[in-house]
């Protein structure tokens, strides 16, 4: 059966109407007023709760002090948020690589980039890649250790899901590691000398010798793992902010924010020794 001409028109209008409809959100798309936000009119992040130095200093993301925070309120002035409008959600790290909605727009823990978290969330381009750490108590196996075999005969702890503990169990081969919920716990264990060492990002590293197991040191580094290429912000699995950030990161980079933050917060000695193998 055909269309009358006044059906076509009735469709023709109603198609019309819809795109006027549509307009006025496609016209606030990457803006503070973006309708895909979480809160239209917010950056809403989430993070660690608590947050430690020197990712995040005073246990307040948003007094703005540390490499993410500082990364985050740039990125948010990239975007066309003023301060006051970034807002801060606590996690944990468990819930942050979990799949399903999340309630930010964006996450910022350390997260590091891998392809089966790739298959259950969405990331930004890497904006950082640390150095492995090896944090151990004076005294332990791990002490002078020059191989992988020699780090073998330490006791380890790492937080549960975390590419620390994948590193121990993939690339230097510890089938018995603690396993803990957070990195409280890992340091906690520490102190209470229930494990020798554990492996941590060098910034994170810095931070436990300096403030949290003053009596650990940092012993050496480790070659990088392949499967680990470096933080990246972490979104809802297909969240179609990600193109959005993803412009104003590659500008705060370019800028050379990210190299300033490094030098700010996330210095370390360069004759640390590197056991390879």
Known sequence: ???????????????????LLALPAAAQERTPMDPRLHTPGKLTVGTGDPV??????????????????????????????????????????????????????????????????????????????????????????????????????????????????????????IQNAAVYDDQVGVFQAMAARQIDATVVALPTALYVTAVQVPEAKIVALLPP??????????????????AWVDEALSAVIARGTVEELKAKYLVADPDLPIIRQ
């Open 1 to 19: 059966m055909t269309q009358t001409l006044a059906q076509l028109c009735r469709a023709a209008a109603a198609l019309a109407a819809a795109a």
């Open 52 to 173: 430690y130095p020197p990712w995040m200093l005073h246990n307040d993301p948003a007094r703005g002090e540390g490499f993410e925070n500082g990364l985050v309120y740039a990125l948010a002035a990239e975007m066309g948020f003023a301060p006051e409008d970034v807002v801060w959600v606590g996690q944990t790290f468990d819930q942050a690589i979990a799949p399903g909605a999340k309630p930010y727009d964006f996450a910022i823990q350390q997260i590091s980039v891998t392809e089966p978290r790739k298959q259950i969330v969405t990331f930004s381009q890497v904006y950082f890649q640390p150095d492995k750490a090896v944090v151990a108590l004076p005294g332990s196996p791990v002490e002078g250790a020059t191989s992988f075999a020699e780090l073998r005969a330490a006791r380890w702890g790492a937080v549960i899901g975390t590419t620390d503990l994948a590193y121990l169990e993939n690339i230097l081969g």
């Open 225 to 242: 793992d392949a499967d680990d290429r470096g933080h990246g912000l972490l979104f809802q699995f297909g969240n179609p902010l990600v």
